[in-house]
Antibody, heavy 120, light 109 residues
Framework: EVQLLESGGGLVQPGGSLRLSCAAS????????MNWVRQAPGKGLEWVSG????????YYADSVQGRFTISRDNSKNTLNLQMNSLRAEDTAVYYC?????????????WGQGALVTVSS | EIVLTQSPGTLSLSPEERATLSCRAS???????LAWYQQKAGQAPRLLIYGASSRAAGIPDRFSGSGSGTDFTLTISRLEPEDFAVFYC??????????FGQGTKLEIK
């Protein structure tokens, strides 16, 4: 059974940093592109970042480019998102999502989400 | 960047009725790159349809997708009480960029 479990959410001041992690199990983690998708309170879904199976290619939405860094540790089946220079508009539930295909395209499994609140 | 516009914003129907949700793209999209998700309150989204018309694993056959070019449709043939939720379309673009529509809320009438 595929499981994705996020951790690391919490309250942070504007300009601060936070690191999210996602522990994956139940599938060949290193085979698949992995992603972060967020949802601001009461709003829709926004793709944030993705990383190829081997970790050599990373992708970012314009809204987080230069502030967020995605990484993965295939030896530990873990996906990470380092978030710096956080802004109020980054407040959201952050979901870890597995791609349907090794190359990406769609998200077939999601974690339960980690809430990040940016506020003074 | 392709923009996806979903309509209607809210759809009020009764169980056993047929639901038709629309997703319109700002420019032509390959049908292989279009998906639909269902999200219930307090839960993560669930993949329903990918490649515009292929059902994801475990999805009942009352859910179907169709369309091409700029117009795509999600149809629920006969609504069950557990189907009421928010639905999102999603497009996979070049260079691993993904966009979502703003969502359609399907509520019980």
């Amino acid at each position: 059974e595929v499981q994705l479990l996020e951790s690391g959410g919490g309250l942070v001041q504007p300009g601060g940093s936070l690191r999210l992690s996602c522990a994956a199990s139940g599938f060949s983690f290193s085979t698949y592109t992995m992603n972060w998708v967020r949802q601001a309170p009461g709003k829709g879904l926004e793709w944030v970042s993705g990383i190829s199976g081997g970790g050599g290619s990373t992708y970012y939405a314009d809204s987080v480019q230069g502030r967020f860094t995605i990484s993965r540790d295939n030896s530990k089946n873990t996906l990470n998102l380092q978030m710096n220079s956080l802004r109020a508009e980054d407040t959201a539930v952050y979901y870890c999502a597995k791609s349907l295909y090794s190359s990406g395209w769609f998200f077939d499994y999601w974690g339960q989400g980690a809430l990040v609140t940016v506020s003074s | 960047e392709i923009v996806l516009t979903q309509s209607p914003g809210t759809l009020s129907l009764s169980p056993e009725e047929r639901a038709t949700l629309s997703c319109r793209a700002s420019q032509s999209v390959s049908s292989s790159q279009l998906a639909w998700y269902q999200q219930k309150a307090g839960q993560a989204p669930r993949l329903l349809i990918y490649g515009a018309s292929s059902r994801a694993a475990g999805i009942p056959d009352r859910f179907s997708g169709s369309g091409s070019g700029t117009d795509f449709t999600l149809t629920i043939s006969r609504l069950e009480p557990e189907d009421f939720a928010v639905f999102y379309c999603q497009q996979y673009g070049s260079s691993q960029v993904y966009t979502f529509g703003q969502g359609t809320k399907l509520e019980i009438k």
